[in-house]
């Protein structure tokens, strides 16, 4: 199996290589991808480890940040001197051996100069580095990963059961002959409700025209963001993915980053990229028998799932398609490929798709709004919610479920009353109007930064703009990406975050996300060197 070696300096860059590493795993499999924290096991001998992978690596990424060159000890030697530095030795190692080595120049870093280096080193001046500025991450490494696949054919491996990606790439995988497990892809999902209301009957609506096999193979559910169409596309494919109509299935979560903050020209072209990222994703969780390469998958994928035929049916969701563009584009392919059909495809938007089959989706009713505003209100016996309150919280969240539970949490962290909440974000006035999101998402901000303190809410809350929209941690690397010094002060305000629900823990509290609505409220317009926290 082919090995790629990230190389990084913890005190320079060790963001940024954990966000490349993650996402060369999405693309190659986190077997194919060594970092050292996150690929050894507690225990490993660390010059052991190393030294191994080192020895069967075949390419080196070296993260190169602000501070790779000039970073010094306490004694004012830089550490690319010292006699002993695993960064300089790595590369030496890498360059001796003759494998591919590849420099990341992050935050519009200069290539190093040979007059910068040591002598074991000065042969990385003269390699092609690949500058990647913090906004295009995602796009820069599926270039490298398409450069990697192209000069290393043993990276060309369609992945294994064992290489799902680490994150980003939420699937499943329904053996057509042998289910191993009927509800394994509920894992994958980044959903964080335990129970519903008021969709039965629209549930069973999408179920029947997606046993209908001479109907719309494409059925799109759009609505404004927050009313529920994740959780909406996540309980039908519960309910009907694993029934006799299919065989095979894949959920996927569009990952269009920082479209609002680009010109249209960047959003085309980052919207192209992303988009075929997608079509590999699904090829891998549906484990069909074709290359992960961007470049080659929309002819490959409508291929592969035409051979499939009528004997394998597949259900595939494709969620949060958050621009117009990006929704027709989706279309588009779909149209074109004939051979999709008899396959259904499931997609959420926030903008019609006519002409094709598609459900307007606003949120609960009046009575579901108030039966869920109760049933959150049920977690603090403290709470007692009369039916003026509950009146209060439809009324003010117009039945939106995400802005529902964001009341009542900001009710029980601050121990306030339910008309206390609405009153203080109303301000007197007698509508919230459209920005109660805002309203709402300050106050909780302003809440958990009350609790652990401006500093730690910053650094919890700015790791989700490091990564793209519907992407997920783990609870290790939600921690070493926030990088607050101990784990006590993290999981103290992971807590708190999770209690305002800010952050969204699924899969039994192993991983964790936050609403795209969040993420753009606190992520919009971040800087070139990183992720800044606004409200």
């Known amino acids: ?114 007059a910068d280096l040591p002598g074991s080193i000065k042969g990385l001046a003269r390699i092609q580095a690949r500058p990647v500025p913090f906004r295009e991450l995602g796009a820069r490494v599926r270039e490298l990963v398409d450069d990697l696949v192209r000069t290393i054919p043993a990276l060309r491996a369609p992945l294994t059961n064992s290489d799902v990606p680490l994150s980003g790439a939420e699937g499943m995988l329904v053996d057509g002959t042998a ?54 596309a996540y309980e039908t494919a519960k309910r009907y993915a694993t029934s006799k109509e299919f065989q095979r299935a894949a959920w996927v979560s569009a990952k269009f ?56 049916r597949c259900l595939i969701v494709i969620d949060n398609l958050e621009t117009i563009q990006d929704a027709r584009m989706a279309i588009e392919y779909l149209r074109r490929e004939s051979g999709i059909r008899p396959h259904k495809v499931v997609l959420t938007t926030r903008q019609s798709v006519m002409p094709y089959r598609e459900l307007r989706w606003d949120g609960l009713d009046r009575d579901a709004a108030r039966e869920y505003a109760n049933y959150l209100g049920q977690d603090d016996p403290t709470l007692e919610l009369d039916s003026i309150d509950l009146d209060e919280v439809v009324s003010a969240s117009e039945c939106i479920p995400l802005l529902i539970k964001l009341v009542v949490s900001l009710a029980i962290f601050e121990r306030r009353s339910i008309r206390d909440v609405i009153a203080h974000i109303r301000n007197g006035g007698k509508s919230l109007g459209a920005s109660i999101g805002s309203y709402l998402y300050a106050e909780a901000l302003t809440s958990l930064e009350a609790k652990v303190g401006t500093a730690t809410s910053v650094k919890i809350m700015n790791v989700f703009c490091g990564r793209t929209a519907g992407d997920y941690f783990t609870a290790d690397e939600f921690y070493h990406l926030s990088r607050i010094p101990d784990r006590e002060t993290f999981d103290l305000a992971k807590a708190a975050a999770s209690q305002l629900a800010l952050v969204r823990a699924f899969d039994g509290n192993t991983k964790f996300t936050i609403h795209s609505l969040l993420r753009e409220f606190i992520c919009t317009d971040a800087p070139e060197d990183g992720p800044r926290f606004h409200k």
Request: glycine content about 6%; charged content about 25%.
């Open 179 to 232: 289910r191993s497990s009927a509800m394994e892809w509920t894992k994958f999902a980044v959903v964080d409700h335990e129970k519903v209301f008021g969709i039965g009957s629209i549930i069973e609506k999408i179920g029947r025209r997606l046993c209908n096999h001479d109907g719309d193979w494409i059925i799109s559910i759009f609505g404004a963001g927050g009313v529920g169409k994740t959780t909406l």
């Open 1 to 114: 199996m082919a090995l790629v070696f990230i190389n990084y300096r913890l005190v320079d860059a060790m963001y940024g290589a954990d966000a490349v590493a993650a996402l060369l795993a999405e693309y190659l499999g986190r077997q194919q991808v060594f970092l050292d924290h996150d690929s050894m096991a507690p225990g490993d001998d660390y010059p052991t480890a190393i030294r191994s992978a080192l020895s069967r690596c075949d390419a080196l990424v070296a993260i190169i940040g602000p501070r790779w060159l000039t970073a010094a000890d306490n004694d004012g030697v830089r550490l690319l001197d010292r006699q002993r530095d695993w960064v300089r030795d790595e590369i030496a190692e890498a360059l001796a051996r003759r494998v591919r080595v590849v420099p990341i120049l992050l935050r519009d870093v200069p290539a190093p100069t040979a």
């Open 257 to 312: 980053t920082h479209l609002t903050s680009l010109g249209e020209i960047e959003k085309r072209r980052r919207t192209v990229i992303d988009w075929r990222d997608i079509l590999v994703s699904i090829a891998q969780q549906l484990r069909l028998d074709i290359e992960p390469v961007a470049s080659l998958i929309e002819q490959r994928l409508a291929s592969a799932l035409s051979e499939l035929g009528k004997s394998e």
